[in-house]
C-alpha cells in the first residue's frame, strides 16, 4: 500500500507545489495574472479531461500498467522544464504533468480498494487522504523552500526524481492485479450507473468538501488580511485547516471498518460541519477564520474517505477504474467551482455572502444526506 500513498502524496505535492510558486518565481513565463491562471488551469484542465478515460483504461489493462506509466510520464514531464527552462516548455511540463496526474491518480485509487477487503476500506481510503492532504499542505511550503534554493528548475528536478522514485517502488512493490471480466456496456448503461443516487451522493460530498478545501486555502487568507491579519496568522488559519483534514481522514476510515460509523451519517455530518465552517468564515477576527479553518478541516475530512469507500462498496469490481475517474472528476469540478463560486458572489457584494453562498449549498447538501439517511 505504501508505494500507492506514494502517489497521491505526488500528485498533491506537484499540484500545490508549483502552483503556489509560479507566480512569483517563473521567470519570463508570467506576464501577467491572465497567463498565470491559463498555467494554473492546464493543470486542472488535463485532469478534467483525462481522468474519466484513464479510468476507463485502468479498468481495461489493469489499473498497475496505467499507474506505472502515469507515475513515468510524470517524471519525463518534469524533465521537460528541467532541461529546456523556458516559457513554452513549462507549458508543456505543466500540461504533461496533469495528463500523467489524471493516469495515475485514479489508478492508485482502484488499486487501493483492489487489494483491500471491503472490511478495510474506510482504513485505506483514510490513509491515503492522509497522504495526499500532507502533499497539499508540504507542497507550498517545502516548494517555496526549493524555489528559493534553486529556482523552479529546481522543484521540477524533486518531482522528477520523485515521480521516478515513486515508479520504480511500485513497479517492485505493488503486485499485478489483472482487468476483471466484465459484460459489455453500452453509453446508456454507462449514465444510468453515474445518475444512480449512489454513485451521486458520494460524488456530490466529495466535490463540496474539494470545494470547500479549495475556498478555505484560498480566501481564508484573503479575509484575514482585510481584517487586519499578517501573513502568520493567516498562514497559520490554512496550516490548521490542512491538519484536522489530514488527522481526521484515517481515524473517520477506521470508525467506518468498525461499524461505529456509517457512510450515509458519516457525510451527512461532513457537510454540516464544513457548512458551519463557511458560516464561521462570516464572522470578523481572527477567531471566525480559525473556527471555520477547524470546521471545514474536520469536516472534509469526514467526507474524503467515507465518500471513496462508499462509491466502492456500491460499484462493481471490474468498473472501478472508471467510478474512480468519474468521481475524481467530481472533485475537480468542486475544486474549480467552489472559488468561482465565492468569487463571482463576492464581485457582485461582498467575500462574506460568498461563503455564506457556498455554505447554503453545502448546508442543503447535508439536509438531503440526512432525509437519504432518514428514509
Same mark, same amino acid.
Given at each position: 500500500?505504501?508505494?500507492?500513498?506514494?502517489?497521491?502524496?505526488?500528485?498533491?505535492?506537484?499540484?500545490?507545489?508549483?502552483?503556489?510558486?509560479?507566480?512569483?518565481?517563473?521567470?519570463?513565463?508570467?506576464?501577467?495574472?491572465?497567463?498565470?491562471?491559463?498555467?494554473?488551469?492546464?493543470?486542472?484542465?488535463?485532469?478534467?479531461?483525462?481522468?474519466?478515460?484513464?479510468?476507463?483504461?485502468?479498468?481495461?489493462?489493469?489499473?498497475?500498467? *496505467? %499507474?506505472?506509466?502515469?507515475? !513515468? &510520464?510524470? #517524471? =519525463?514531464?518534469? /524533465? $521537460?522544464? @528541467?532541461?529546456?527552462?523556458? +516559457?513554452?516548455?513549462?507549458?508543456?511540463?505543466?500540461?504533461?504533468?496533469?495528463?500523467?496526474?489524471?493516469?495515475?491518480?485514479?489508478?492508485?485509487?482502484?488499486?487501493?480498494?483492489?487489494?483491500?477487503?471491503?472490511?478495510?476500506?474506510?482504513?485505506?481510503?483514510?490513509?491515503?487522504?492522509?497522504?495526499?492532504?500532507?502533499?497539499?499542505?508540504?507542497?507550498?511550503?517545502?516548494?517555496?523552500?526549493?524555489?528559493?534554493?534553486?529556482?523552479?528548475?529546481?522543484?521540477?528536478? *524533486? %518531482?522528477?526524481?520523485?515521480? !521516478? &522514485?515513486? #515508479? =520504480?517502488?511500485? /513497479? $517492485?512493490? @505493488?503486485?499485478?492485479?489483472? +482487468?476483471?471480466?466484465?459484460?459489455?456496456?453500452?453509453?446508456?448503461?454507462?449514465?444510468?450507473?453515474?445518475?444512480?443516487?449512489?454513485?451521486?451522493?458520494?460524488?456530490?460530498?466529495?466535490?463540496?468538501?474539494?470545494?470547500?478545501?479549495?475556498?478555505?486555502?484560498?480566501?481564508?487568507?484573503?479575509?484575514?488580511?482585510?481584517?487586519?491579519?499578517?501573513?502568520?496568522?493567516?498562514?497559520?488559519?490554512?496550516?490548521?485547516?490542512?491538519?484536522?483534514?489530514?488527522?481526521?481522514?484515517?481515524?473517520?476510515?477506521?470508525?467506518?471498518?468498525?461499524?461505529?460509523?456509517? /457512510?450515509?451519517?458519516?457525510?451527512?455530518?461532513?457537510?454540516?460541519?464544513?457548512?458551519?465552517?463557511?458560516?464561521?468564515?462570516?464572522?470578523?477576527?481572527?477567531?471566525?477564520?480559525?473556527?471555520?479553518?477547524?470546521?471545514?478541516?474536520?469536516?472534509?475530512?469526514?467526507?474524503?474517505?467515507?465518500?471513496?469507500?462508499?462509491?466502492?462498496?456500491?460499484?462493481?469490481?471490474?468498473?472501478?477504474?472508471?467510478?474512480?475517474?468519474?468521481?475524481?472528476?467530481?472533485?475537480?469540478?468542486?475544486?474549480?467551482?467552489?472559488?468561482?463560486?465565492?468569487?463571482?458572489?463576492?464581485?457582485?457584494?461582498?467575500?462574506?455572502?460568498?461563503?455564506?453562498?457556498?455554505?447554503?449549498?453545502?448546508?442543503?447538501?447535508?439536509?438531503?444526506?440526512?432525509?437519504?439517511?432518514?428514509?
Amino acid at each position: 500500500m505504501w508505494p500507492l500513498y506514494a502517489a497521491g502524496f505526488t500528485t498533491a505535492f506537484g499540484a500545490h507545489g508549483i502552483a503556489a510558486n509560479l507566480g512569483g518565481h517563473a521567470r519570463g513565463a508570467v506576464t501577467s495574472l491572465l497567463v498565470l491562471g491559463g498555467l494554473l488551469a492546464l493543470y486542472d484542465g488535463a485532469e478534467v479531461l483525462l481522468k474519466p478515460v484513464f479510468g476507463t483504461l485502468a479498468d481495461r489493462v489493469g489499473a498497475r500498467p *496505467v %499507474l506505472l506509466g502515469g507515475l !513515468v &510520464a510524470f #517524471a =519525463v514531464a518534469s /524533465a $521537460l522544464y @528541467v532541461l529546456a527552462d523556458s +516559457p513554452g516548455w513549462l507549458w508543456a511540463a505543466r500540461l504533461g504533468q496533469g495528463a500523467a496526474a489524471s493516469a495515475f491518480s485514479p489508478s492508485a485509487s482502484a488499486l487501493v480498494a483492489r487489494l483491500n477487503p471491503a472490511a478495510r476500506h474506510g482504513r485505506a481510503f483514510g490513509s491515503y487522504g492522509f497522504y495526499k492532504s500532507v502533499g497539499y499542505t508540504l507542497g507550498p511550503l517545502l516548494g517555496g523552500v526549493l524555489v528559493w534554493a534553486g529556482g523552479l528548475r529546481l522543484l521540477f528536478a *524533486v %518531482l522528477m526524481v520523485l515521480g !521516478v &522514485a515513486v #515508479a =520504480v517502488w511500485a /513497479a $517492485l512493490a @505493488v503486485p499485478v492485479v489483472p +482487468p476483471l471480466p466484465k459484460a459489455r456496456q453500452t453509453v446508456l448503461d454507462l449514465a444510468r450507473r453515474l445518475a444512480d443516487p449512489a454513485f451521486l451522493a458520494p460524488t456530490s460530498a466529495l466535490a463540496a468538501a474539494t470545494a470547500a478545501l479549495s475556498v478555505g486555502v484560498g480566501f481564508l487568507p484573503v479575509s484575514g488580511r482585510a481584517a487586519g491579519l499578517g501573513t502568520v496568522a493567516t498562514g497559520a488559519a490554512v496550516s490548521l485547516l490542512a491538519a484536522c483534514a489530514a488527522v481526521v481522514q484515517p481515524r473517520a476510515g477506521r470508525a467506518l471498518d468498525a461499524g461505529r460509523l456509517t /457512510a450515509r451519517s458519516g457525510l451527512a455530518a461532513g457537510l454540516s460541519l464544513t457548512a458551519a465552517g463557511l458560516v464561521c468564515a462570516m464572522l470578523p477576527g481572527l477567531t471566525g477564520i480559525l473556527v471555520a479553518a477547524a470546521l471545514i478541516g474536520v469536516g472534509t475530512g469526514l467526507i474524503t474517505p467515507l465518500g471513496f469507500a462508499a462509491l466502492v462498496s456500491a460499484t462493481p469490481q471490474e468498473r472501478l477504474g472508471q467510478t474512480m475517474g468519474a468521481a475524481e472528476l467530481g472533485r475537480e469540478l468542486g475544486d474549480a467551482g467552489g472559488p468561482l463560486l465565492v468569487a463571482a458572489v463576492a464581485s457582485g457584494a461582498t467575500l462574506n455572502h460568498g461563503f455564506g453562498a457556498l455554505g447554503i449549498l453545502v448546508g442543503v447538501g447535508a439536509v438531503v444526506a440526512f432525509a437519504r439517511r432518514g428514509g
